[in-house]
């Protein structure tokens, strides 16, 4: 049995309906909507918004400093309010054609251990051959797409040479300057 088809086998097997109730979008927990993207994905939200970069997507919340001065983050998330994600407007996501991977993808995850599963009303319901299929696709999709990321961040990080005291965001493409 090839890859997807696996995979597929296995969500079919948990079960998944999403019942659209917006538990995902909204901080039930430290971290918990937190919403990693990429470069290409802000780009995608930005253009299908209108919005800017800056207005959309934060630095992931944690850093690593130097000793020299400078601290840095690897990546982007999706710019949240108190309680939720910027984009869930009465119990509805605003941009659900143009959303990340992650969420286009949840509660399922791919690890370095196979598949992962995290908590979600909708688990154990009903899905279709066809839907479990789709999202066993989307899910090697966005492990590719991760992988690529995470190589990309690694390759910039090894050839920075940053000084002084300011903060960095370091994604596929670089690294952008928040502070300093």
Same mark, same amino acid.
């Given at each position: 049995?090839?890859?997807?088809?696996?995979?597929?086998?296995?969500?079919?097997?948990?079960?998944?309906?999403?019942?659209?109730?917006?538990?995902?979008?909204?901080?039930?927990?430290?971290?918990?909507?937190?919403?990693?993207?990429?470069?290409?994905?802000?780009?995608?939200?930005?253009?299908?918004?209108?919005?800017?970069?800056?207005?959309?997507?934060?630095?992931?919340?944690? !850093? &690593? $400093?130097? #000793?020299?001065? %400078?601290?840095?983050?690897?990546?982007?998330?999706?710019? =949240? @309010?108190?309680?939720?994600?910027? !984009? &869930? $407007?009465? #119990?509805?996501? %605003?941009?659900?054609?143009?959303?990340?991977?992650?969420? =286009? @993808?949840?509660?399922?995850?791919?690890?370095? $251990?196979?598949?992962?599963?995290?908590?979600?009303?909708?688990?154990?319901?009903?899905?279709?051959?066809?839907?479990?299929?789709?999202?066993?696709?989307?899910?090697?999709?966005?492990?590719?797409?991760?992988?690529?990321?995470?190589?990309?961040?690694?390759?910039?990080?090894?050839?920075?040479?940053?000084?002084?005291?300011?903060?960095?965001?370091?994604?596929?493409?670089?690294?952008?300057?928040?502070?300093?």
């Amino acid at each position: 049995m090839d890859p997807e088809s696996a995979l597929a086998a296995r969500i079919k097997a948990i079960g998944f309906r999403c019942r659209q109730c917006g538990e995902c979008c909204r901080a039930v927990a430290r971290e918990s909507n937190l919403v990693m993207v990429g470069p290409t994905e802000i780009r995608r939200i930005c253009g299908a918004t209108g919005r800017k970069w800056r207005e959309i997507a934060e630095p992931y919340p944690e !850093f &690593l $400093e130097d #000793g020299q001065g %400078t601290r840095f983050t690897f990546g982007w998330c999706l710019t =949240r @309010t108190a309680d939720r994600c910027m !984009f &869930l $407007e009465h #119990g509805r996501c %605003t941009i659900y054609d143009h959303r990340p991977w992650i969420c =286009r @993808t949840y509660p399922f995850m791919l690890g370095e $251990e196979g598949l992962m599963v995290f908590e979600c009303p909708g688990l154990g319901g009903n899905i279709a051959d066809t839907e479990a299929r789709a999202l066993a696709h989307a899910l090697l999709a966005r492990k590719r797409a991760e992988d690529e990321e995470y190589a990309a961040i690694k390759a910039h990080f090894a050839t920075m040479r940053p000084s002084g005291s300011r903060t960095l965001v370091i994604d596929s493409e670089g690294h952008t300057t928040i502070h300093g």
